[in-house]
């Protein structure tokens, strides 16, 4: 490993860009703060923050210097933070482990402030507020990009696990070190440092110590701290469970509006909007945003106001028998909860090929994103589907693929997706619209390398040595974890409000006088919002405005 850079990785960086991130508090500022915190005396060589730390305090320096340590063993010099400068980031209001280790180069003299506290500061000083949140985001943004984390993964991009955890900790807003094993030419070295062979990989390296050998999502999490601090002894006013879209919002707006939400996800904030390589048709962004960027911004806006949020825990039942509410997870433990918002969204349906799942994540792909998109630089690609998922996956890969194909089971995509993007489509040459057409096989050996297509009206085969392809092909409702508990259709999407029939909720023992509220259930005070509700709407716009407006209808049951 290399020693400490004398010059911070920071001062790379344009002034600008750099003011922002590490900005310089007045002295009227500083004064703000004081009576958050606590004066403490340091000296030179102290370490105030240790990597790994939880429950990470705010540091103010108000006299000497503090120097900034990144990389799994604390080698890289990321910045020398001087009096007026801060500490800190994301992880101080996700209540996350600390990424890096702060010490002090300089005796002198700082002001500690809590994470309770630092959150009173965000939520009740706008200008305060706005300048810590901005540079927290800009500086987790860089340590992503120079992947400055505690985590080192060491793997294979032709292998589907180390896809998978790269697309978690992605997702999850972790940076991370990848050394690719198949290219890095000092790799022998790490891996007889860690004992490792090649069977073990993927590998990932926790804070330089901890060495989990193909882990799971869940063992990285833990790994990592992404739950730590989360207490199942309290009643919570809501628990959300689902971070797509829909469930974000409604994260945000409960705990902006002082309700105590626990929000839980399986995979990472965002659902499968979250790996959309750019949305277009969202309200406020001309020039669009992807789904991973939106989804980030709403998860740091909740954790702003102090929603607690659990991933790559699975929620398996919900206990409805009685209140409050029981939530459970895989693997053990109960959340209570006054009331419920189920924003669990959809899962993508999956081509009825027998070899399907030996090629997932080595060549099938139910994403877009850069991840996947640098798999298949210069080479050809397929899309199945003719919904907006699948036509802003197809103009996002028409940038790098060679080109691509669109497979579509109808006549066309006029009744399916949006006029913009299939414009795009018809203009571009590097794709290719296959109409009345599904994959009828796919082969390989070990990974992806035939794909046959077949016409479903003419009963025309053809066969490619195409090796990626991204299914969007519709979804099913995730609804296996609610057993009986409330009504759906036909299809097993949630009934809500004014689909709930008097048959539905006589069948349901509803006990109230008053009608199930617009997004509620037949289970009084449980909420059914986006892609999980019978009728909604499919577009990000309408899944946030169903998770926002449930909300006020949830604070109406409260005082009930």
């Excluded at 048709?281 to 989804?295: T, V, W």
């Excluded at 940038?399 to 795009?424: E, F, K, N, P, Q």
């Excluded at 109230?512 to 617009?518: E, I, K, Q, S, Y």
Aim: proline share 4%.
């Amino acid at each position: 490993m290399t020693s400490t850079a004398r010059v911070p990785l920071t001062d790379a960086l344009p002034p600008e860009q750099r003011a922002l991130m590490f900005p310089k508090l007045t002295e009227a500022q500083i004064a703000r703060i004081l009576p958050h915190g606590e004066k403490i005396s340091v000296s030179a060589g102290q370490v105030v923050v240790e990597q790994g730390e939880y429950n990470l305090p705010f540091v103010v320096v108000l006299s000497g210097a503090l120097e900034v340590l990144g990389g799994p063993s604390k080698d890289n010099l990321i910045v020398v933070d001087e009096a007026g400068h801060f500490f800190g980031d994301t992880n101080m209001l996700s209540n996350r482990r600390s990424l890096v280790q702060a010490r002090m180069r300089d005796a002198g003299e700082i002001l500690k402030v809590d994470r309770r506290e630092l959150q009173n500061i965000v939520q009740s000083d706008a200008e305060l507020g706005d300048i810590l949140m901005r540079a927290f985001i800009l500086r987790r943004v860089e340590m992503i990009s120079a992947g400055a984390g505690d985590a080192i993964l060491l793997g294979s991009n032709n292998c589907a696990s180390t896809l998978r955890i790269k697309e978690f900790l992605s997702r999850n807003g972790h940076p991370y070190t990848f050394v690719d094993l198949d290219h890095d030419p000092g790799t022998q070295e790490l891996l007889d440092r860690f004992h490792i062979q090649y069977k073990d990989v993927p590998v990932l390296i926790c804070r330089g110590t901890l060495v989990l050998r193909n882990p799971s999502n869940l063992e990285v999490a833990d790994c990592l701290g992404f739950n730590e601090g989360i207490s199942a002894a309290d009643v919570r006013d809501v628990i959300v469970v689902g971070a797509g879209p829909a469930g974000l919002a409604s994260a945000v707006y409960a705990a902006s509006e002082g309700l105590r939400c626990l929000m839980v996800e399986t995979i990472a904030p965002g659902g499968q909007a979250g790996s959309s390589s750019k949305i277009e048709n969202y309200l406020g962004f001309p020039m669009g945003i992807s789904g991973l960027e939106l989804a980030s911004r709403a998860y740091v806006q909740a954790q702003k106001f102090g929603a607690e949020m659990m991933v790559s825990r699975r929620v398996t039942k919900l206990k409805c028998d009685r209140r409050p509410y029981g939530i459970e997870l895989e693997g053990g433990g109960w959340f209570h909860t006054r009331t419920v918002v189920i924003a669990t969204g959809a899962t993508y349906r999956k081509m009825p090929c027998k070899n399907l799942q030996a090629f997932e994540g080595s060549g099938v792909y139910y994403a877009a994103t850069p991840i996947e998109a640098q798999l298949c630089t210069k080479e050809e690609v397929i899309v199945v589907g003719g919904g907006n998922s699948a036509g802003q996956a197809a103009v996002f890969l028409s940038s790098c693929a060679s080109h691509v194909h669109i497979l579509v089971r109808g006549d066309g995509l006029a009744d399916t997706m949006s006029r913009y993007l299939i414009r795009r489509i018809e203009d571009n040459p590097n794709i290719t619209l296959h109409r009345n057409t599904e994959v009828s096989a796919i082969q390989g050996n070990g990974w992806l390398g035939q794909v046959t297509w077949r016409n479903n009206k003419t009963g025309a085969t053809e066969q490619h040595g195409i090796r990626h392809i991204f299914l969007m092909t519709g979804a099913t409702p995730n609804v296996e974890w609610l057993e009986s508990c409330v009504t759906e259709d036909e299809r097993g999407f949630i009934k809500t409000g004014t689909d709930l029939t008097a048959d539905d909720l006589t069948a349901a023992k509803w006990p109230l006088a008053r009608r199930p509220f617009l997004y509620e259930t037949s289970l009084p005070g449980v909420f059914a919002v986006g892609d999980i509700r019978a009728g909604n709407t499919k577009r990000v716009a309408s899944a946030v405005g169903e998770g926002s407006a449930a909300i006020s209808m949830v604070h109406q049951t409260l005082h009930e």
